[in-house]
């Protein structure tokens, strides 16, 4: 109940639905987050199950994205669902009709029980619409007031179809190409931001938590800039998903981190958590709104391969360590895990290579990393102190991963508390390997389950 009220409202109501009924949620200590600083009420302290006032259950954002395609394998009964409040399920896709979007047939399947599930486990289901391949109509379901209102009605049927609790809009990207052939407007910004009101504004959509998945960067405006005032979407949207990952891949000039913390320490400034925090907040994106925080940091369950030399990769002076941003040749991309994309064509019809992708599984299952999540023997390690992210290297292979280990999670962990944001969002949450990565971000952050008693 609390997940489906925006924001603000909820801010105001929290207190009467906390002490209203038993809650049981995952929350860090009260003193990990910056909302817990303007919290005035309250004679308890602590995490205890039974101090009956904590009303930070709903400001932390424990979400990761499942990865519905991959349903077969991987039924939603899998899922380790007490360690997640939210879930966000991906995707639906933009179709050339605004009344309809699309489900591919495995997802169809997988999302009635994915939201059963969630249901059983008090965690609050999203939907997501968009994706890489599936923004292509997002512009023209948004371009005039009617197809707004159109769009508008195939949301919320969606949500009665599913019984979802919330949408999110992947859009890749508004005023901005993403795969290749999406529909791009100018205008894409303003009318997504229109088109948010209106859903709002209609008695379903108010009850909805609606987030965005979003780059480093704020949207792009009528300017073909990022936006320098996106405001008024903190006002509609329950939160923000930063893509922090993907940020260097096998389209750099050098190796370098997929997913880094920090960059203003680093010798090419490419976004980083720290200055994509920084971005969206400098553009009227509260880390921090009426006490709830609306940026949750997305992280990567994967790395992005490259094929370096021993020269390349492995310093001169010392046979042990390895260098930061070697080159390498981008001709002969490795192949990534089982479940990498093979070379093909896209959705676009555009030909595309393969993409060299490792989920964290995948590093395990390829021998680069123990079943402990550690480098494997005979593999080369280094933790980058500035993006704060591993990579790891096969000095028979020549293949070189850059990729985020539980360490690295912990890092970003800290910074979540550390700026009070609401919480992260894992792509994808079939990456990880024994819940390493997950378990370790959680520990850092201090979240752990706690229930609150009735009144
Ligand atoms: C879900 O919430 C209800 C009502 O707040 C509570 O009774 C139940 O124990 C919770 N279930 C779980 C699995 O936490
Ligand atoms: C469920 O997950 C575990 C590890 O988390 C994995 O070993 C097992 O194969 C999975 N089972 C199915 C049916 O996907
Ligand atoms: C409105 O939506 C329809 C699809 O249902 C599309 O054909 C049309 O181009 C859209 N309008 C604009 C201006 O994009
Ligand atoms: C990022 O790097 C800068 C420059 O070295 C440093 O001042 C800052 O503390 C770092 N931030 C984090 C979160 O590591
Ligand atoms: C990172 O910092 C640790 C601890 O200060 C240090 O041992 C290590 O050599 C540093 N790594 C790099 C690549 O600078």
Redesign the pocket.
């Known amino acids: 109940m609390l997940s489906f009220l925006p924001s603000a409202l909820l801010a105001l109501t929290l207190p009467q639905f906390i002490f209203g009924q038993p809650k049981c949620g995952l929350v860090p200590p009260r003193d990990a987050t910056a909302s817990s600083k303007s919290t005035s009420s309250g004679t308890g302290t602590g995490t205890s199950s039974s101090s009956g006032d904590d009303d930070s259950i709903a400001d932390v954002l424990a979400n990761g994205w499942y990865p519905g395609w991959l349903a077969d394998d991987n039924p939603p009964s899998n899922i380790s669902w007490n360690k997640y409040n939210t879930l966000t399920f991906a995707f639906a896709t933009t179709t050339s009709d605004v009344n309809t979007v699309a489900l591919d047939s495995i997802s169809q399947q997988a999302l009635p029980q994915f939201v059963t599930e969630a249901q059983a486990h008090n965690v609050t289901a999203i939907l997501s619409i968009g994706g890489w391949s599936g923004s292509m109509y997002f512009s023209n379901a948004m371009a005039t007031a009617q197809n707004r209102s159109a769009f508008v009605k195939t949301v919320l049927g969606l949500v009665e179809k599913y019984d979802v609790n919330g949408i999110e809009f992947d859009w890749e990207y508004p005023a901005k190409q993403g795969i290749g052939c999406n529909t791009v407007s100018t205008s894409d910004s303003e009318n997504f931001l229109s088109f948010l009101q209106e859903l709002r504004e209609d008695p379903t959509g108010a009850q909805l938590v609606l987030a965005a998945a979003v780059s480093i960067a704020p949207w792009v405006g009528s300017s073909g800039e990022p936006m320098t005032d996106v405001s008024a979407f903190a006002k509609v949207l329950d939160h923000i998903s930063i893509m922090n990952y993907d940020i260097w891949g096998s389209w750099s000039p050098t190796v370098g981190p997929n997913a880094p913390l920090n960059d203003s320490c680093a010798p090419i400034q490419d976004g980083s958590a720290v200055s994509a925090v920084k971005a969206w907040t400098s553009a009227g994106f509260p880390a921090d709104q009426v006490c709830l925080d609306l940026i949750s940091l997305g992280l990567a369950a994967y790395g992005h391969s490259f094929d370096v030399s021993n020269s390349n990769a492995i310093s001169s002076s010392n046979p042990k360590e390895l260098k930061?941003y070697p080159a390498f040749n981008a001709g002969d991309q490795p192949h990534g895990d089982s479940q990498d994309g093979q070379a093909g064509t896209d959705e676009c019809g555009n030909s595309t290579p393969v993409g060299g992708i490792f989920n964290f599984w995948g590093l395990v299952d390829g021998g680069f990393l123990t079943t402990a999540g550690t480098a494997a023997n005979g593999i080369d390690y280094?933790?980058?102190?500035c993006s704060q992210t591993p990579f790891v290297y096969n000095p028979t292979s020549d293949v070189m991963v850059s990729f985020d280990d539980a360490t690295s999670y912990a890092a970003k962990g800290k910074f979540i508390n550390s700026m009070g944001l609401k919480g992260f969002s894992v792509w994808h949450i079939l990456g990880d390997y024994d819940d390493i990565l997950l378990d370790a971000v959680s520990a850092a952050m201090g979240i752990e389950t706690v229930c609150t008693s009735s009144s």
């Open positions: 930061l280094i933790f980058d102190n």
